[in-house]
């Protein structure tokens, strides 16, 4: 049975633009760990998603705290990492130019020194994981590169004896313009528990017409976080029913499909526990394709949600190619509710 509050330490995560998030780190003590959106600055306990901010309020960041008193920082191979002993914030950036192997391998080989990084820590369990690609949607040597990415990333976690269907984690995989394979990641000390999308074949099923290996992710994770919290983190969700993309090439229903996709999955994770979500209250990055159709996938939300929506005030929208090429949007959130997982 799960104990309430068996967490001695509690995660939290605040969003806050990018200059609030800095202002945290005072007196040479930094908060535990923060994602940042826009540009690298070069921030050590700030690792980023180099992408083109396209909201108004410009750069922002999730901003991690933990209650452990005990904040180690160090590198396992390229994995990049702090730790409290409790929970884990990782970061992987390989620079292909100045590799030899090609994305299968490097898949491979960024996930097997992240397994490694979270065997030595003590923080065994993936809570979430945010995979970005550049050219996500480019040729690979006559395999698109996505493809290959989930060759290399499928083989590594069977290769750690991880769970690569069912039980897998929750995780989103963008294709950027600039700049190196990025890998974030969220550990823990406890497995979190699987979600999955009913109106959705699961990612990790999908048919072979998507790649020879199928993605590597659960469409959401439900985490105990302490202090009576549970956060749910929802994985890149678009406008797919059953395993086919919908509504090709319309903006504005793909968003509509998506925001449907999200409900569903909030809906099947209120079912878990009595911590209750809802699509309102999503902390959301927004991954547009075509930037100069944001405003239409904006007016999509605000219209649905209300623009006074946390939702919608709390959106980052960034420019970002999606891993299939007739995906014109990905929403990906995480939210945190007070209540219990189901035993
Ligand atoms: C989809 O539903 C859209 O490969 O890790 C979403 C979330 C997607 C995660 C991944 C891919 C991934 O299939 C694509």
Redesign the pocket.
């Given at each position: 049975m799960r104990v309430q509050d068996e967490n001695p330490s509690h995660l939290r995560v605040e969003r806050l633009s990018l200059p609030d998030s800095l202002a945290l780190a005072t007196d040479g003590k930094a908060p535990f760990a923060a994602l940042g959106y826009g540009t690298p600055h070069g921030v050590a306990w700030m690792p980023t998603v180099n992408a083109r901010v396209l909201s108004s309020q410009g750069a922002m960041a999730d901003v991690w705290h933990v209650t452990g008193a005990n904040i180690r920082s160090g590198t396992t191979g390229i994995a990049r990492w702090r730790t409290d002993g409790h929970w884990l914030l990782g970061a992987i950036d390989l620079d292909e130019a100045t590799e030899k192997q090609g994305l299968a391998e490097l898949a491979h080989r960024a996930y097997r020194d992240l397994f490694k990084t979270l065997d030595q820590a003590g923080t065994p369990h993936l809570q979430r994981?945010w995979?970005y690609l550049p050219q996500i949607n480019g040729d690979g040597g006559g395999l698109e590169r996505?493809r290959q990415?989930?060759l290399g990333?499928q083989e590594a976690f069977l290769e750690a004896g991880r769970a690569a269907f069912e039980g897998a984690p929750?995780?989103?995989?963008?294709g950027i313009h600039q700049g190196a394979l990025s890998i974030r990641f969220l550990a823990g000390q406890q497995a979190p528990l699987p979600v999955e999308n009913p109106r959705?074949v699961s990612?990790y099923r999908?048919p072979e017409t998507?790649g020879p290996r199928s993605?590597?992710?659960s469409?959401a994770a439900l985490s105990d976080i302490g202090d009576g919290n549970i956060a749910l983190f929802i994985?890149?969700?678009?406008s797919?029913v059953g395993?086919e993309t919908v509504h090709h090439g319309n903006v504005l229903e793909q968003t509509r499909e998506t925001l449907r996709?999200l409900q569903a999955v909030i809906t099947a994770a209120n079912e878990r526990g009595t911590a209750k979500f809802s699509l309102a209250e999503l902390d959301c990055v927004v991954y547009v394709r075509h930037p100069a159709q944001t405003e239409a996938v904006r007016g999509v939300i605000e219209s649905a949600l209300g623009a006074d929506a946390p939702m919608a005030r709390h959106a980052v929208y960034l420019e970002a190619d999606?891993?299939?090429s007739d995906?014109l949007v990905?929403i990906?959130a995480h939210t945190v509710a007070a209540g219990r997982l189901q035993a």
């Open positions: 994981i995979n996505y990415f989930n990333r929750a995780a989103c995989a963008l959705q990612a999908y998507y993605p590597t992710f469409r994985s890149g969700t678009a797919i395993h996709n999606i891993c299939r995906l990905e990906e």
